[in-house]
């Protein structure tokens, strides 16, 4: 697609329930990254994956959360048994390149799914 | 590890009044340095970003920033601020060793524009 596309754009959920955030990167992007956005917490790093090198999941902030990517593309990001402090604005974001070789380069973003545990 | 620290989480000037937004980094190695900003209800988008060269550079919609090495300083400004401008603005640095890819955050800072 033309840019980086997410969804669902809304999800709610009840605490304890599982849910799964999908990431569809711009086409021929190597990197991916997930982030969190509250209310007054900036963007938080989840998790970056970098071509076919091992991601970065030092962002993550419990074993509740895992993110896979398949075949280099698709990326989906896992909450297991939500609590209501999950809520927030999760980001996804790719780049042309990973590694070295992305440092100059720019991220784009998607517009996000807004998470919401009740 | 790299980082970076916004001051000021709510910055707030009148129409056609300067605007600085203040970054300070941290690194261990040259940093490659970008803002974003993000619109009321939309996604983030790329302002400008510092990779080597140019200490001064030149992004969208009138906006700068400059490298200053020596304060590790990253301070967007616009001369003149319009309605339009109003939004949240995110510094970032390049990360390193491990990371080599990844974008580390400031928390943001929330420019609103008086009339």
């Known amino acids: 697609g033309a840019g980086v596309s997410q969804s669902p754009s809304n999800k709610v959920t009840e605490k304890g329930k599982d849910v799964e955030l999908r990431c569809d990167p711009i086409?021929?992007?190597?990197?991916l990254y997930w982030y969190r956005q509250s209310l007054g917490q900036g963007l938080e790093f989840l998790i970056y994956?970098?071509?076919?090198?091992?991601?970065?999941k030092s962002g993550l902030p419990s074993d509740r959360f895992s993110a896979e990517r398949t075949g280099g593309s698709v990326s989906t990001l896992t909450i297991q048994r939500t609590q209501q402090e999950d809520s927030a604005v999760y980001l996804c974001?790719?780049?042309?390149?990973?590694?070295?070789?992305?440092?100059?380069?720019?991220?784009?973003f998607g517009q996000g799914t807004r998470l919401t545990v009740v | 590890a790299q980082s970076v620290t916004q001051l000021g989480s709510h910055v707030s000037v009148s129409e056609g009044a300067l605007v600085l937004l203040r970054c300070n980094y941290s690194?261990?190695?040259?940093?490659?340095l970008f803002w974003y900003v993000q619109y009321p209800n939309q996604g983030l988008q790329l302002l400008l970003k510092?990779?080597?060269?140019?200490?001064l550079v030149k992004g969208i919609n009138g906006f700068e920033a400059e490298f200053k090495k020596s304060e590790t300083s990253f301070h967007l400004t616009k001369p003149s601020a319009h309605m339009s401008d109003a939004a949240e603005y995110f510094c970032a640095v390049r990360g390193y060793g491990g990371s080599q890819g990844n974008l580390i955050f400031g928390k943001g800072t929330k420019l609103s524009v008086k009339p």
């Open positions: 690194s261990s190695v040259p940093p490659y």
């Open positions: 086409s021929g992007h190597t990197a």
């Open positions: 974001a790719s780049s042309p390149r990973d590694g070295w070789g992305a440092r100059g380069t720019e991220a784009f």
């Open positions: 994956f970098q071509g076919n090198s091992a991601p970065d």
């Open positions: 510092y990779t080597t060269g140019a200490t």
